[in-house]
């Protein structure tokens, strides 16, 4: 790549003048000059790592006979914070390695026999029923053997996620195997946004939400808590196996909404299994129970596979303190040292960088190595830090005046223009122009774009 460029530089320079009259040549240059840049943002993507796919493929609504599409995102737009480095480091194409494979057609095979892969799955002990045939043993060689890093990852962001959702499963009396979703939905990526909309670790559309009692206005948005949404999910899927009465069931009816489900039982002839009504699924759902079960079987094996937990930078613990007055982040950056991607990384439901205290108490999360300075920082120092310009009357309104929308970046891409960007982003031109104080239709590879999203 780097010997492309420099190709690509001498050219500019050796261009013979005498064979192109002046405009000819200017056009030229011109063209030569957006290669060029197109070059440079694709070696910067390669040794940066900047790329940050999107991973949430699936969405869900829980309305009967309520379904969204669930389609992959071709990018994820880039959050104009020091998050993006976090993200960019940690999150960056893990499910590249899961999505690659069209599991329709492939077909893996392993050293394992499948009695000893029946074996396995029977020592698990799950309370939700596993049962054992191609489609479950294509999905088990998948994330056992075919994406290391990827499940590293997931191992390693486990450690910190796990233990709070198995105490709220525990809490409802629900299967503690349920925790596995999250990978699915999300790949416990707590900020994981799908092109439907659905957002956070557990995927929930904005009606969602709501519905289960998720705090969505302009300072917050509770489905990116990754505690309080979790808490929601397992009360939807409470829901849900009370009304099928079959935990397999439940957990498509979580992926495709419960209309989907009942429409397939009625053309399954009104069987209630899980692999009677599999035909009759959306294709998505098809494959979300035996993703589920395969995530779940690499987990309980990881060391017969020697998979190890990759170290991702969550914290071993973390306090939380009560918070009543409005706090910006970068006031805790500034006066008590936290760092402002760990504050970010920690809190992600605050959507404008804003604790809105003065609105009712609310919770701000850090770890618990920052917890001594946090109470040892003087209090009035704290919130008064900058408050003028961080936290003015206008901020706020400007802020309550997007109803509850959320800025992201859109880094231009080749190929890109505005209309395009404009619909895969749910909005119009004129908005795009509008936000960005763009006059004419042109844009650069590299730009950004700022993109408000409710």
Not at 46 to 74: F, R
Not at 299 to 309: C, D, S
């Amino acid at each position: 790549m780097k010997r492309l460029i420099v190709i690509l530089l001498l050219t500019a320079l050796t261009l013979p003048a005498s064979a192109q009259n002046k405009k000819a040549l200017k056009a030229e240059n011109e063209a030569l000059r957006r290669e060029l840049e197109i070059t440079r943002a694709r070696l910067d993507s390669l040794i940066n790592e900047t790329a940050i796919p999107g991973t949430a493929k699936d969405s869900h609504t829980g309305i009967p006979g309520t379904v969204i599409p669930s389609e992959a995102k071709e990018s994820l737009p880039f959050s104009d914070s020091l998050m993006d480095l976090w993200y960019t480091q940690r999150l960056n194409s893990d499910f590249q390695d899961a999505s690659e494979y069209d599991m329709d057609a492939v077909h893996f095979s392993t050293n394992v026999p499948d009695e000893e892969l029946m074996r396995r799955l029977s020592a698990m002990n799950a309370y939700i029923t596993i049962p054992f045939n191609e489609t479950v043993k294509n999905y088990m060689i998948l994330y056992s053997e075919k994406m290391p890093r990827h499940m590293a990852n997931m191992m390693g962001r486990s450690l910190y996620y796990f233990p709070i959702f198995e105490e709220i499963l525990a809490k409802y009396g629900l299967p503690l195997e349920l925790k596995y979703m999250a990978i699915i939905e999300s790949n416990l990526n707590p900020v994981a946004e799908s092109r439907a909309g659905a957002m956070g670790i557990w995927q929930f559309m904005y009606r969602t939400g709501k519905l289960y009692g998720l705090k969505i206005n302009s300072f917050m948005d509770e489905r990116l808590d990754v505690e309080k949404s979790a808490d929601a999910a397992a009360r939807y899927l409470r829901d849900a196996y009370n009304v099928f009465g079959d935990w397999n069931l439940a957990i498509s009816a979580y992926n495709c909404g419960s209309g989907n489900v009942n429409k397939a039982i009625k053309r399954a002839g009104g069987k209630t299994d899980f692999w009677s009504i599999y035909p009759y699924l959306p294709r998505e759902t098809r494959g979300y129970v035996p993703a589920f079960i395969g995530a779940m079987y690499a987990f309980h094996y990881a060391r017969e596979y020697g998979l190890q937990p990759a170290d991702v930078g969550m914290p071993a613990a973390v306090d939380t303190f009560e918070i009543r007055r409005n706090l910006h982040f970068k006031q805790i950056n500034e006066v008590v040292g936290v760092p402002l991607e760990t504050v970010k990384l920690l809190n992600p439901q605050y959507t404008h960088d804003i604790i809105p205290g003065n609105s009712g108490t609310c919770i701000l999360n850090l770890p618990y190595s920052w917890t001594g300075p946090f109470l040892a920082a003087d209090q009035d120092s704290l919130y008064l830090h900058k408050a003028n310009e961080l936290l003015n009357a206008q901020v706020l309104k400007n802020i309550e005046e997007s109803g509850g929308e959320t800025r992201i970046a859109y880094k231009v891409k080749s190929g890109d223009y505005l209309g395009k960007i404009a619909q895969k982003n749910h909005c119009t031109v004129a908005q795009l122009k509008k936000w960005n104080h763009l006059r004419s239709d042109k844009l650069r590879v590299g730009q950004i774009l700022y993109i408000y999203r409710r």
